[in-house]
């Protein structure tokens, strides 16, 4: 089963765990399998059927340009990765 690593700004609806153990064959299936064990996880990671334009994902160190439709292997470790966001335009 794939690794997914939980990050700290979705641990809240994980109720603080920091990875769980899938089984899937692509990043979607995993993000419905996370929505069934922690309901406002698809939420939080999809939107109109894509990832939220300030998550990326990489799998196996990997980050995918094919978001929802990368494969991921039973021994795959998959990151959801947040934008990280602050500083100052002004120079």
Do not use: K, N, W
């Not at 690593?5 to 990875?19: A, D, F, M, N």
């Not at 993000?31 to 998550?55: F, R, S, T, W």
Request: net charge negative; charged share 15%.
């Amino acid at each position: 089963m794939a690794i997914v690593y939980i990050p700290p700004p979705l641990q809240s609806l994980s109720g603080g765990v920091t990875q769980v153990t899938i089984d899937a064959g692509t990043v979607r299936q995993i993000v419905q399998q996370l929505d069934a064990l922690y309901p406002g996880m698809a939420a939080a990671l999809v939107e109109d059927d894509e990832l939220q334009p300030h998550i990326a994902v990489a799998v196996d160190g990997e980050f995918s340009v094919l978001g929802l439709t990368e494969r991921v292997s039973e021994d795959s470790e998959v990151h959801f990765i947040p934008a990280l966001g602050g500083g100052s335009a002004a120079c």
